[in-house]
C-alpha cells in the first residue's frame, strides 16, 4: 500500500501497528498558511556552513568534520496523499485499513535540502 505524490510513492507498511486513534489524530491536520511560513523561515536559518556536531557521533563543536555547508532548502506546498496500492500486489487488509483511517488523505509537506559533505539519506 502506497501513498503516491507528484515526487513518488511512501510505502505504508509502517504504519500498520500504529495505533488508528493516532492516526486518525494525524490524518485530520493540516497546516496552516501561516505554519507554513513559519516552518519556511525556520529552515531558511540553516542555509550556509554550520556545525552539525550534533548529529555528528562523539561531534564536539570545534570539530571541523562536523561542517556542512547547505546550499538550498524548499519547503514545498502541502499535497493531500490517499492511500493505494502498487500494480501487482495483493490487498493484505491494509487498504480497508488505512483507506478508512484515511478517508480525507493525509496532508504531506515535502522539504528538500541540498547540501555538500552530507551522507546519502542522512
Known amino acids: 500500500v502506497l501513498f503516491r505524490s507528484k515526487y ?6 509502517v504504519y500498520k501497528n ?7 489524530a494525524l490524518a485530520s491536520y493540516r497546516i496552516s498558511p501561516a ?7 525556520l529552515f531558511q536559518l540553516y542555509l550556509g ?18 561542517v556542512r555547508y547547505i546550499q538550498r532548502i ?6 493531500v496523499l ?6 501487482g500486489q495483493a490487498d493484505d487488509g491494509l487498504q480497508q485499513h488505512l483507506t478508512s483511517i484515511y478517508s480525507s488523505g493525509l496532508e504531506w509537506v515535502r522539504i528538500e535540502i541540498e547540501g555538500q559533505s552530507f551522507i546519502l539519506n542522512q
Open 35 to 41: 505554519n507554513l511560513e513559519r516552518t519556511r523561515q
Open 8 to 13: 513518488g510513492a511512501e510505502p505504508m507498511n
Open 18 to 24: 500504529i495505533p488508528a486513534s493516532n492516526m486518525t
Open 82 to 87: 490517499h492511500p493505494s496500492i502498487s500494480e
Open 49 to 66: 556552513t554550520t556545525a552539525f556536531h550534533n548529529f555528528t557521533p562523539g561531534g564536539r563543536p570545534s570539530d571541523k568534520s562536523a
Open 74 to 79: 524548499t519547503v514545498h506546498d502541502p499535497e
